[in-house]
């Protein structure tokens, strides 16, 4: 097996379409499909063959489907109800024998090490999700594919209920507490939020009853560096690290094959990882499950989704996003005091977002003190009569001054490429920020305007933070669902909230490319409307 980093790479290539993302395990559906289908068929004549090959590519593996099969439909929900059945411990050991479960908050006594009388458990506790729990994915019901932000499976838009896997925890386990030995790794770079859903993980474990708690020291390379020792945790440890930004257990991209990680959980008697990352830290998590699996170790690998950027597939948010739009307000409001102050003031700022605008686009609209909001899923042109700089002269002779907020993957066509990569295998991005602010700057002079053009990134300053009130609700369902989910026996899974419900999904779902703004979402449109700016191409 090759390193981490080449496992991870050939899953995060962006599909030439982003649009039409595909739902989850599906039951039944409250609107029948030909009723749908006649509600349509005028739509769906309007509808060019790009647009027609646009919806059906946008189904997982191109799957090919016929939709003049009468039975497509429940060909379709069969396909996706494979697909998202969430790997479980008895797929690899049909004989194992669940537990009652240790957690029960009726039960306030320490839970002890000798069970002298059997697991302690409380039959009236109505506190447990049964396995059978389903949450919707998506709730609403497109009549047209050309309905702004419309989701749709078939150039019809029928409507398709899709079910996922609600989270939490189970009346029985698949773990003895004494027996787990837990490890916690994070990996990528850092995003508020890494501490508090540590600690929740480690407290939630004591709780079980679990002793054996550790955390793995930068990322995937802790499982081979010798020099680097796996740090005991408690609760006692993890009580107010919380506080502060960064991560406790600190963060590295890049790591060891994927063999040499499994042959050390082996060996340090590992039973339990729970792996903190982003898609490529989620393709590690997914590649250790796998081999997991063909060695047939009792292991569960559970991961949760850590992305600044927000672009992970399926899900509402993930954690540090709110935190990072918050920040972001610090530096474009500094930004439009320094423009607004300034004779013929320009303020430019750069944020997160590799391939996904969502920090750039919902800070803009947060502001109102954006001019120009540019993302990597809106191509734009820089000169000429549809550029920005055209623009930005507009807004100077008629507002005196201009806002600009542009995310770091943006128009990386239009500067020269690094051809570098990091130890992730990530392509590191010329700057697109300090190219936007040479350029306005040479324009305005040979125009013979004098411009005041002050250029900000406050990308470290964000990541550092420590997470708001908003991520720190987030980080603790979180922690605590993803040791619900290991006790229950699951593995090869991360966590999400999906219309507000925290649900189980199967890494290789949310994985395949990153989650990207629509640029015919209502979200986006109200940025627009916020900003005014036209189209730049």
């Known amino acids: 097996m090759g390193t981490l980093s080449h496992a991870i790479a050939p899953r995060l290539a962006s599909p030439a379409v982003h649009r039409r993302r595909h739902g989850n395990g599906i039951f039944s559906s409250s609107v ?19 647009k027609s090959v646009r919806v059906v590519a946008g189904i997982k593996h191109n799957r090919d489907i016929d939709f003049s099969d009468p039975d497509w439909k429940s060909k379709f929900q069969s396909d996706f109800e494979k697909r998202f059945a969430i790997p479980h411990i008895t797929d690899v050991f049909p004989d194992a024998v669940p537990i009652p479960s240790t957690f029960c908050l009726k039960m306030r006594t320490p839970v002890i090490e000798d069970f002298a009388g059997g697991y302690p458990s409380d039959d009236e506790w109505h506190g447990y999700i049964n396995n059978n729990d389903r949450v919707l994915l998506k709730t609403i019901y497109y009549s047209s594919p050309t309905s702004a932000g419309a989701e749709c499976i078939d150039p019809n838009c029928t409507w398709v209920e899709q079910w996922v896997h609600r989270a939490g925890p189970r009346e029985k386990i698949y773990f003895k507490p004494e027996e787990v030995k837990a490890a916690i790794v994070t990996c990528g770079g850092l995003c508020p939020g890494l501490n508090d859903v540590i600690r929740q993980i480690v407290i939630t474990l004591e709780i079980y009853g ?129 423009a607004h102050s300034a004779y013929h003031g320009i303020g430019i700022v750069k944020l997160m977002g590799r391939s996904s605008g969502f920090i ?62 990091d130890a992730s295998g990530n392509v590191v991005f010329g700057d697109i920020g300090v190219h936007i602010q040479q350029e306005t700057k040479k324009h305005f002079k ?92």
């Not at 927000?310 to 899900?315: K, R, S, V």
């Not at 803009?364 to 540019?374: E, N, P, R, T, V």
């Open 210 to 338: 679990v002793k054996k708690i550790v955390g793995i020291p930068y990322g995937y390379r802790g499982f081979s560096d010798k020099e680097l020792a796996e740090m005991p945790l408690s609760r006692k440890v993890v009580q107010n690290v919380h506080l502060s930004g960064g991560s406790l257990l600190g963060v590295s991209r890049g790591g060891p094959s994927v063999s040499e990680i499994v042959d050390n959980l082996q060996e340090r008697g590992i039973n339990m990882l729970f792996v903190l990352g982003g898609n490529g830290t989620h393709a590690g998590a997914d590649a250790i499950h796998t081999e997991c699996r063909k060695r047939q170790l009792r292991v569960a690998i559970v991961g949760v989704p850590k992305t600044i950027d927000n672009d992970i597939l399926l899900m509402d948010k993930t954690f540090g996003f709110d935190t990072a739009v918050e920040e972001a307000q610090r530096a474009i409001n500094s930004a439009y005091i320094e």
């Open 446 to 537: 040979e125009l013979g305007v004098p411009v005041d053009v002050k250029y900000i990134d406050p990308t470290y300053m964000i990541r550092a933070c420590r997470a708001n009130a908003s991520d720190g609700i987030l980080c603790a369902v979180l922690g605590q669902n993803a040791v619900h989910g290991a006790f229950a026996g699951y593995s090869g899974i991360t966590i999400g909230i999906c219309n507000t419900h925290y649900v189980y999904l199967p890494i290789p779902e949310v994985i395949s490319h990153p989650r990207l703004v629509d640029p015919n979402s209502r979200m986006w449109h109200r940025c627009l409307t916020s900003t005014g700016q036209p189209d730049f191409i």
């Open 32 to 50: 029948s499909s030909s009723s749908s289908s006649s509600r349509n068929s005028r739509s769906a004549s309007r509808l060019t063959k790009r």
């Open 360 to 421: 750039a686009m919902h800070a803009s609209l947060a502001s109102g003190q954006i001019d120009i909001c540019l993302i990597p899923e809106v191509p734009f042109q820089i000169h000429g009569p549809h550029g920005i700089l055209h623009h930005l002269k507009y807004l100077i002779e008629t507002k005196g001054s201009a806002v600009v907020c542009v995310a770091e993957g943006a128009g990386q066509n239009l500067i020269q490429k690094t051809n570098a990569k």
